[in-house]
C-alpha cells in the first residue's frame, strides 16, 4: 500500500471515528459535561494553578511547578501554531458535519489545542502531585474527548495535541531538573 493510500485510509477512519462520537442529537447531559470539560482547557485554569500554586507560594517545589509550566507552554505553543497553520487542517463542523455545539477560536482542527494544553498540565501535574496522576490524566482526556464531542476536531487531531503537550510536558520538566 502507497504512503498516500494509507494517509487515506487513516483520514476515512478518523472521519468515521468522528461521526460515531459526535452526535448532534446528544443528550443535555453529556453537551454540558463535554461543555464543562471544554472550558476547563481554555487556558484560564492553567493560569489560576501556576499564580496561585506557584508564585503566590512560599513553598520552592510549587514555585518550581509553576516554572515548569511555564516552561513547558514556551515550548509547546510555538510548536503548536507553526503545527497547526502547517497542516491546515479544516475542522469536522466546517466540512464534514453540519455545524457544532461550540465556535472554535480558529478555522483549523489540528492539532487540538485544548488537548495539547491539558495533557501538558496533566504531565507536570502528575510529577509533582504523583497521587493525583490518575485524576490529572482523567481530567485532560476528558477535555480532548469533549473537543470530538462537541464537533470542532476529530479524533486524531486530539491524540496528536495530546502527544504534542504530553512530550513538552515532560521535555520542560526534563530541562528543569537539569538547571
Known amino acids: 500500500m502507497s504512503e498516500n493510500n494509507m494517509l487515506k485510509k487513516v ?19 453529556l453537551k454540558n459535561s463535554a461543555l464543562g470539560f471544554s472550558k476547563t482547557g481554555n487556558g ?35 510548536i503548536y501554531y507553526v503545527a497547526k497553520n502547517s497542516f491546515a487542517r479544516i475542522r469536522p463542523c466546517d466540512c464534514l458535519v453540519k455545524g457544532a455545539y461550540i465556535i472554535p477560536s480558529d478555522k483549523f482542527s489540528l492539532p487540538s489545542g485544548h488537548s495539547a494544553g491539558a ?13 493525583f496522576a490518575e485524576l490529572c490524566f482523567l481530567w ?19 491524540v496528536l ?17 537539569i538547571l
Open 11 to 29: 483520514a476515512q477512519l478518523d472521519q468515521s471515528l468522528f461521526l460515531m462520537l459526535f452526535n448532534g442529537n446528544a443528550p443535555k447531559w
Open 44 to 78: 484560564g485554569l492553567y493560569v489560576l494553578i501556576a499564580v496561585g500554586f506557584g508564585w503566590l507560594s512560599n513553598e520552592a517545589e510549587l514555585r518550581l511547578m509553576a516554572m515548569t509550566l511555564l516552561l513547558g507552554f514556551l515550548i509547546e505553543r510555538p
Open 119 to 131: 495533557f501538558l498540565v496533566a504531565v507536570i501535574l502528575a510529577q509533582y502531585f504523583p497521587q
Open 140 to 158: 485532560a482526556t476528558g477535555v480532548a474527548a469533549s473537543r470530538v464531542l462537541l464537533g470542532v476536531h476529530f479524533p486524531v487531531d486530539v
Open 161 to 177: 495535541g495530546a502527544l504534542m503537550g504530553g512530550s513538552c510536558g515532560l521535555l520542560a520538566i526534563l530541562i528543569v531538573a
